[in-house]
Each structure stands twice: as C-alpha cells, then as structure tokens.
C-alpha cells in the first residue's frame, strides 16, 4: 500500500494514556492511516528511532487573534510541538468590530494582553466584520498549525451597544441580540464563547473590560445560546483574588454549567506560597462543580513577567496604576511620580493582592540608560536598602530615572516546586495558561508542552510520559470537543509531534528578538529536542526550522 508519510520504529505515545510501544506511524491525505508495523511505500520516511511520537500538542489558552495577521507560522508554538491554539480567550479579540471600534479593540488587547499598538495597527487588515467574516478570512489565509477560536464577549458587547459597553449591563433586547450573535459564531465555527471578571483586565482608556460589566442575567442567556447548539465550551478568566474562589465564583460557575450544559473551563488555579492551601481549599469547594463539567486551568511553569513602567502588566489589579495607560511618557512619568499615587498603591497591597510587597521577587533586568548598567541583576529590596527607601520608592524612582525604560522581571506566582507537581498532576485541572501571542514584551510561556516533557517528566519524576503527553493532547481534545484530534489512531488527523525524550525541553529565560515587523521587539521561548511538528499530514517544523508550510486549518464545531 502507498502512504504519503511513514514514521518508524517510534516510540509511540497515543494520547490515552496508554503504555508506551514500539510502532510506526502511516499517514494518508492528512489522517492517519495505521498504528503498528507498516509496510508499503511512501512518499516521505522519517526514522523515529530513539525519538517519541505521540499526538501534536492542543494548548488551551492563546491569543494568536492579532499575530495570525502578520505570522502565518504563530510562532513559537509549533517549535514546541504544538498542532492547535485555543484562541479568543478572556472575553478580548478582534471579531466582530464595526469599523469605529477597531482603535477600541486594539487598545483593549495592548492592555489586557499586552500586544503592540504599531504592530497591530499596520497590520490587521481588518477584511471582516462578523465573526463568521472572520472565520473565514482565517481560512483563506492558512497558518502552520490548526486554530480554533472561542467567540470573546467584549467585541460582542461593543458590537451591539457601542460605546455603552463599558459602562453597563446590557438591556433584555441588546441581550437577546447579543445571544443570537454569539449563537451564529458558534454555528459557524466557534468552540464557545469567553469571558473575564478579574480586575487587573483593564481595556481601552484605563477602563474594565466591557465584558465585565456583564451582569448574570446576560451570562446566562450567553451560556443558553451556547447549549442551544449542542456543542461547544464556555471559558472565563476568573477568581480576582488568585487561587481562591469566592462566593460570586462559586455562583457564576454553577450558573453558567446549568445554563449551557457544556464544560466550562477557567483561568487559573496557581500556587500561591503566601497561601499555600489556597488552591486545595478551592478544589475541595468546587468539587460538585468539577463533577458536573467545571475544569480549571493551571500553569506548569513559574510565572515570571518582563515588564517596564510603561507596561506594568503585573501591577494590573491595583486600581490606583489604571491611570497610567494609555499615556505618552512625561505624562506617565507625573502620574508615578505623584506622592498621592504611591499612597494609594502601599495602600492597596495591604489589601488581598496577587503582589503584596515582597520587592526581593522584582528584579532590574535590564536599562537603557548606561549609567544605570551598574544595577542589572538587583532586585528592587537591594535598590531600597542601597537608597534608604521602601519599595515604591524605589521601584518608582529607578524607573522614572531610565525614562520608564528599565526592563524588570517579577516572579510572583507558581514558585514552589512541590506545590506546582500537584496542580499539574491533578487529573481534573487542565495545563494551559501559556498566552500564547500575549505579553510578547513581557512574558512567553508558549513552550510549556516542552518544559513539562523535560523539567516534570524527565528531570524531576513527577508524572509518567504517558501521564504527561496525555494532559498535553486528549484532556484538551475532550474540553473543547476536538473529536479527531489529540490521539494517534485510525482515522484521527494526523497531527503529530516527533521529539528526543532525553532532550526534550525549553530554556529557563525567553529571548529576545526584534522580529515583529517594523523591528518591533517580543520575547520567544526556544525549544530543544522537537524533531517534527506534523499538521494534517504535513511537516511545518523540521529539527529548528520552520518548513513554510499552511496546513493548519481554522477547526469549526
């Protein structure tokens, strides 16, 4: 028989869970065609020897909706393994938008996701309108993996009340009107609608999100129109106060579960070493919920920023830093230079806070002044015992001394490694979380599938590489109703990760690259060990390289 690709002697890891074995893979007009021994000829023969091939990698939770405009590759998910993006997370995207909300929606993603307004700017071309124009658009495009795309609240929202968005609940008819847009995306292809209710999503004009201004009545009638389709998944960013989840969480859960009768899946459990039993008390009082189709999301990496003042995404949930966006320097340089100001942020983190004053875990990464160089690698506790300040002070006054321009690392959250192998080998949490296409100056967690492969499987024992290549593949096929993909079998397409098991991985620190365009600057994290990454049949990453094949496709419910 002819086939168009044969792996051999493989490791194979399907996706189930299942014990390891030695097989080849067959692959056939983008499925796969045979799991066993394979004899026949084929087109193209990859020798797979000492090397696992298991299910390409599904990664929950992207924001690729912008990037996809000027990357067709959505890199650097596929270096990592990865065949599929989740994208439309946190109620935040580009569909729909009426032509005199695009400088709302961009703005709304330089806050929240920290994407760059240039970039985006002169380079969405903006060919739709609907969210099935979108869609669409996406399909004529191509990308090197598959996407799929949850319909996000906030564009809906503007789209049917205009600049009233951000300031109220919707009426019964601008629901109505909204249910039924979100009921045509999900008909045309969408997975499912998102949402967000932390306060650190602050949109267009230093404003909340318009999605939060949602009341439960409009969720509602959202979560129905979703389960009047019978498909489809809900998705939220959700407990404001990190790991704990509150009354008003407990309740929006159970309201959106019963509603729609499909899974709902939210952002995030996370360790928190200033409570360590947080994210244990939370599982024991969502345990009914977990039952009846709840499943949160956690992260296998610690969670470090890069950020400068100009962006202070970790300060995000402070109410007192929302006046600083969306400002040019000299005016963001008097805002945090006002005595005021700082009173109100040494007031707010007295207050539950995901940051709370620890300045030891905010570091100088890099200045651009150079006679500020002296000071990289210090954290803000040294600059303050070096200056006879307390932290604010000397956060702020470094900062505004290099124009705003200074680069700093903050690793709050996920720290502890005892604490994080527990989420992540939780059978009822999904590993996800990486933003991928967010952040690009701050933050890339996109390699996530590789960290987990080398630092939890192979380095520290933690999960099986069964266990493992399950969580990265099947769990999120099953969340988002991805019936062929995440197993290697018969029939399901052949989305394909090859890689080294023992040096599988990704770096501790991302890199920085000027490659956005125009020269624009994003960090990447690089991976080692990845092989192959496979979609639909065809090869787009081949041992470091980017093979300029399209195959991915936009995968419609």
Same mark, same amino acid.
């Given at each position: 028989?002819?086939?168009?690709?044969?792996?051999?002697?493989?490791?194979?890891?399907?996706?189930?869970?299942?014990?390891?074995?030695?097989?080849?893979?067959?692959?056939?007009?983008?499925?796969?065609? *045979?799991?066993?021994?394979?004899?026949?000829?084929?087109?193209?023969?990859?020798? !797979?020897? &000492?090397?696992?091939?298991?299910?390409?990698?599904?990664?929950?939770?992207?924001?690729?909706?912008?990037?996809?405009?000027?990357? *067709?590759?959505?890199?650097?998910?596929?270096?990592?393994?990865?065949?599929?993006?989740?994208?439309?997370?946190?109620?935040?995207?580009?569909?729909?938008?009426?032509?005199?909300?695009?400088?709302?929606?961009?703005?709304?993603?330089?806050?929240?996701?920290?994407?760059?307004?240039?970039?985006?700017?002169?380079?969405?071309?903006?060919?739709?309108?609907?969210?099935?124009?979108?869609?669409?658009?996406?399909?004529?495009?191509?990308?090197?993996?598959?996407?799929?795309?949850?319909?996000?609240?906030?564009?809906?929202?503007?789209?049917?009340?205009?600049?009233?968005?951000?300031?109220?609940?919707?009426?019964?008819?601008?629901?109505?009107?909204?249910?039924?847009?979100?009921?045509?995306?999900?008909?045309?292809?969408?997975?499912?609608?998102?949402?967000?209710?932390?306060?650190?999503?602050?949109?267009?004009?230093?404003?909340?999100?318009?999605?939060?201004?949602?009341?439960?009545? #409009?969720?509602?009638?959202?979560?129905? !129109?979703?389960?009047?389709?019978?498909?489809?998944?809900?998705?939220?960013?959700?407990?404001?106060?990190?790991?704990?989840?509150?009354?008003?969480?407990?309740?929006?859960?159970?309201?959106?579960?019963?509603?729609?009768?499909?899974?709902?899946?939210?952002?995030?459990?996370?360790?928190?070493?200033?409570k360590p039993d947080a994210c244990d &008390?939370?599982?024991?009082?969502?345990?009914?919920?977990?039952?009846?189709? !709840?499943?949160?999301?956690?992260?296998?990496?610690?969670?470090?920023?890069?950020?400068?003042?100009?962006?202070?995404?970790?300060?995000?949930?402070?109410?007192?830093?929302?006046?600083?966006?969306?400002?040019?320097?000299?005016?963001?340089?008097?805002?945090?230079?006002?005595?005021?100001?700082?009173?109100?942020?040494?007031?707010?983190?007295?207050?539950?806070?995901?940051?709370?004053?620890?300045?030891?875990?905010?570091?100088?990464? #890099?200045?651009?002044?150079?006679?500020? *160089?002296?000071? #990289?690698?210090?954290?803000?506790?040294?600059?303050?015992?070096?200056?006879?300040?307390?932290?604010?002070?000397?956060?702020?006054?470094?900062?505004?001394?290099?124009?705003?321009?200074?680069?700093?690392?903050?690793?709050?959250?996920?720290?502890?490694?005892?604490?994080?192998? *527990?989420?992540?080998?939780?059978?009822?949490?999904?590993?996800?979380?990486?933003?991928?296409?967010?952040?690009?100056?701050?933050?890339?967690?996109?390699?996530?599938?590789?960290?987990?492969?080398?630092?939890?499987?192979?380095?520290?024992?933690?999960?099986?590489?069964?266990?493992?290549?399950?969580?990265?593949?099947?769990?999120?096929?099953?969340?988002?109703?991805?019936?062929?993909?995440?197993?290697? !079998?018969?029939? &399901?397409?052949?989305?394909?990760?090859?890689?080294?098991?023992?040096?599988?991985?990704?770096?501790?620190?991302?890199?920085?690259?000027?490659?956005?365009?125009?020269?624009?600057?994003?960090?990447?994290?690089?991976?080692?060990?990845?092989?192959?990454t496979i979609v639909n049949g065809t090869?787009?990453?081949?041992?470091?390289?980017?093979?300029?094949?399209?195959?991915?496709?936009?995968?419609?419910?």
């Open positions: 028989m002819a086939y168009d690709l044969i792996i051999r002697n493989g490791l194979v890891v399907d996706g189930t869970g299942a014990p390891a074995r030695l097989a080849d893979v067959a692959v056939t007009d983008g499925r796969i065609a *045979k799991v066993g021994k394979v004899s026949g000829v084929t087109s193209r023969e990859i020798d !797979a020897e &000492k090397r696992v091939v298991s299910p390409g990698f599904i990664d929950p939770h992207t924001h690729y909706d912008a990037q996809i405009c000027w990357d *067709k590759a959505l890199t650097p998910s596929p270096w990592h393994g990865v065949t599929t993006v989740v994208n439309g997370n946190c109620g935040v995207g580009v569909a729909p938008v009426a032509p005199a909300m695009r400088e709302v929606a961009m703005h709304d993603l330089v806050n929240v996701e920290g994407m760059p307004y240039d970039v985006m700017s002169n380079n969405i071309p903006w060919s739709w309108e609907s969210f099935p124009q979108f869609l669409d658009a996406l399909d004529r495009r191509g990308a090197a993996v598959n996407q799929v795309y949850l319909a996000p609240l906030t564009p809906f929202r503007y789209y049917v009340m205009g600049g009233a968005a951000v300031e109220r609940a919707a009426t019964p008819d601008e629901t109505a009107r909204i249910a039924a847009l979100i009921r045509e995306a999900v008909l045309a292809g969408a997975v499912g609608f998102s949402t967000t209710m932390l306060p650190n999503h602050i949109g267009h004009g230093g404003r909340p999100l318009a999605c939060r201004a949602a009341d439960n009545a #409009e969720l509602a009638a959202y979560a129905r !129109a979703v389960g009047s389709t019978g498909r489809g998944t809900i998705q939220l960013a959700l407990t404001p106060e990190v790991s704990v989840v509150s009354d008003r969480d407990y309740e929006l859960l159970d309201l959106l579960l019963r509603e729609s009768g499909r899974p709902v899946t939210w952002s995030a459990l996370i360790y928190r070493d200033d &008390k939370s599982l024991a009082r969502l345990a009914p919920l977990l039952r009846r189709g !709840a499943v949160p999301q956690t992260s296998a990496l610690p969670l470090s920023r890069e950020m400068t003042l100009r962006a202070p995404f970790s300060f995000m949930g402070f109410k007192s830093w929302h006046g600083v966006y969306n400002k040019e320097i000299p005016e963001q340089i008097a805002y945090l230079s006002n005595v005021e100001f700082r009173n109100r942020f040494r007031e707010e983190m007295q207050g539950p806070a995901q940051f709370t004053g620890n300045w030891d875990l905010i570091r100088v990464t #890099e200045v651009a002044n150079p006679a500020l *160089k002296q000071h #990289e690698g210090k954290t803000i506790a040294q600059l303050a015992r070096e200056t006879a300040k307390d932290g604010v002070d000397a956060l702020l006054d470094f900062g505004i001394s290099d124009n705003l321009a200074t680069e700093f690392t903050a690793s709050i959250l996920n720290t502890n490694p005892e604490g994080v192998k *527990k989420l992540i080998t939780n059978p009822d949490l999904l590993i996800g979380l990486a933003d991928g296409g967010a952040h690009v100056v701050q933050l890339c967690d996109a390699g996530y599938p590789t960290y987990v492969l080398g630092r939890w499987v192979r380095e520290r024992r933690a999960m099986s590489l069964e266990s493992a290549v399950r969580k990265l593949t099947s769990q999120p096929a099953d969340v988002f109703g991805l019936g062929d993909r995440g197993r290697l !079998a018969p029939g &399901k397409a052949a989305d394909i990760a090859v890689f080294d098991p023992a040096t599988v991985n990704c770096d501790d620190r991302p890199e920085k690259r000027n490659d956005l365009p125009g020269g624009a600057r994003r960090v990447v994290m690089p991976s080692h060990g990845v092989d192959f090869v787009v990453y081949e041992r470091g390289e980017m093979t300029g094949a399209h195959p991915g496709r936009i995968l419609r419910h």
